[in-house]
């Protein structure tokens, strides 16, 4: 059965502090790795696709890395903007055709 | 910046009652996606739809569900007789490809059955 395990569960951050998030994934025939952000009662945000291990994704202060188990989400010099749920999904070949498995998330919370 | 958008963004009905969450996709996306999420829970697949008809269904989408593409911008999901479980968040999502493509998801609706 495929399935995403996203750690830690909640993160605090000193504005500055740099820090990881990860998410495992167990998926027969990966066809994405998708970041997203999500905001107290709003949608999910899309942020970065990753496809093949060894792919890197960068945008602002974010950076998103994969290999063949697992993917990164790299944060660098956070700013209290950046605190919301990232949510990472996969997409596989064998779990169905279009749907995303979403992981449960890390609530990350920088502070000023 | 074109974006998925959802109405209303709350609803509240009683038990047993018919709702329908309305979405308007992306306008050039072809492939359209219902997902829930229930307080403090993951967000859940529950349908996708291609080319007018459902492309796939999770175990939550029982005959108590419908979706439908009324026109050529709305996308509709319908809960037939609400149940008290019923009550989460429903977001409505779209893309331009099917497989290995970035799905967008808009605001949700907050559904809650009493």
């Known amino acids: 059965e495929d399935q995403v395990t996203q750690s830690p569960e909640a993160l605090r951050l000193q504005e500055g502090e740099s820090s990881s998030l990860n998410c495992s994934y167990t998926v027969s025939g990966l066809r994405g790795l998708f970041w997203y952000r999500q905001d107290p009662g709003k949608g999910p945000e899309f942020l970065f696709t990753?496809?093949?291990a060894g792919e890197e994704k960068e945008k602002e202060r974010l950076k998103a890395t994969l290999t063949k188990k697992e993917s990164f989400l790299h944060i660098t010099a956070p700013k209290p903007e950046d605190s919301a749920t990232y949510l990472c999904a996969v997409q596989g070949s064998t779990s169905g055709t279009y749907k995303y498995i979403f992981g449960t998330g890390t609530r990350l919370k920088v502070l000023a | 910046e074109p974006e998925v958008t959802q109405t209303p963004s709350h609803q509240v009905t009683q038990m047993g009652q018919e709702v329908i969450l309305r979405c308007v996709p992306i306008?050039?996306?072809?492939?359209f996606y219902w997902y829930r999420q229930i307080l403090g829970q993951k967000v859940e697949f529950l349908v996708s739809f291609y080319n007018n008809e459902i492309s796939e269904k999770s175990e939550i989408f029982d005959d108590q569900f419908s979706v439908e593409r009324p026109d050529g911008s709305n996308f509709t999901l319908k809960i037939r007789s609400t149940k008290l479980e019923d009550s989460a968040m429903y977001f409505c999502?779209?893309?331009?490809?099917?497989?290995?493509?970035?799905?967008?998801f808009g605001p949700g609706t907050r559904l809650l059955v009493l």
């Open positions: 306008s050039n996306h072809l492939y």
């Open positions: 990753l496809y093949s």
């Open positions: 999502a779209s893309s331009e490809q099917g497989q290995g493509a970035a799905q967008y």
